[in-house]
C-alpha cells in the first residue's frame, strides 16, 4: 500500500478541474431542480464523476489530493441534490434520507480512520461505494425524469419503479460499503 501524499499543486490537473466543474454544474442545476435545465444540469454535472475519474486514470494524473477532493465533491453534490429534491417533492424523503444517512456515515468513517491511521496510507473508496454511489445517481436521475412525466402515468409508474429498485440496489450495495468503512478497509491506491 503507498503512503498518502497530499499535494496541493495536484488540484491544478485536468481531473480536478473537471471534478470542480461538474460540481458548479450540480450546484446550478439544483437550484432551477424543478426545470428540465436544472435536471439535465446535474445529470451532466453527475456525469462528470465518471469522467474526472477516467482522465485521472487514463492520463495518469491520480493523486490524493485529486481524490480528496472528488470524494468531497461527490458527497456535497448529493447533499446539494438531496435538499433540491426534497424542497421541490421530486424524490421520495425516506430515498432521500437512506441516501444521505450513508453518505454521511461513510464520509464521517473515511476522515476518522483518514486522520486515525499511523501509516497514513493512502485510501481509496471501496469498489462498493462506487457501485453504491452509482445506483443513488441511477435512482435520484430516475426520480427527476419521473418528475417531467406525470401527465403519462404509466411512464410515470415505470420510471419511478426504477428509481426504486435502483434505490434498494444502492442500499444493499451501500450498506456493504459502509461496513467497509466503519472498519477502515479502503481499496488501495
Known amino acids: ?3 498518502r501524499s497530499v499535494h496541493p499543486r495536484d488540484l491544478l490537473q485536468l481531473p480536478t478541474v473537471i471534478t ?13 431542480i424543478d426545470t428540465t435545465r436544472g ?3 446535474v445529470a451532466v454535472g453527475r456525469f462528470g464523476d465518471v469522467v474526472d ?14 481524490a480528496i477532493a ?10 446539494v441534490i438531496g435538499r433540491a429534491l ?3 417533492d421530486i ?14 456515515m461513510n464520509a464521517g468513517a473515511t476522515l476518522y480512520n483518514g486522520l486515525h491511521d499511523p501509516e497514513k496510507q493512502a485510501i481509496r473508496p471501496p469498489k ?7 445506483a443513488d445517481n441511477i435512482s435520484l436521475g430516475a426520480f427527476m425524469v419521473a418528475d417531467t412525466l406525470k401527465e403519462k402515468p404509466t411512464a410515470y409508474k415505470i420510471v419511478r419503479g426504477i428509481g426504486y429498485t435502483a434505490a434498494i440496489i444502492g442500499t444493499i450495495v451501500g450498506l456493504k460499503a459502509t461496513k467497509r468503512y466503519l472498519q477502515g478497509e479502503f481499496d488501495t491506491a
Open 128 to 134: 462498493e461505494g462506487k457501485y453504491a454511489m452509482a
Open 91 to 104: 424524490a421520495p424523503k425516506p430515498v432521500l434520507l437512506g441516501i444521505a444517512a450513508r453518505n454521511l
Open 53 to 66: 475519474g477516467y482522465v485521472a486514470r487514463k492520463y495518469d494524473m491520480v493523486s490524493d489530493a485529486g
Open 70 to 79: 472528488d470524494a468531497t465533491s461527490d458527497k456535497l453534490g448529493m447533499a
Open 39 to 41: 435536471k439535465v444540469e
Open 1 to 3: 500500500m503507498r503512503q
Open 20 to 32: 470542480a466543474g461538474s460540481f458548479g454544474l450540480v450546484c446550478d442545476g439544483s437550484n432551477r
Open 86 to 88: 426534497w424542497k421541490h
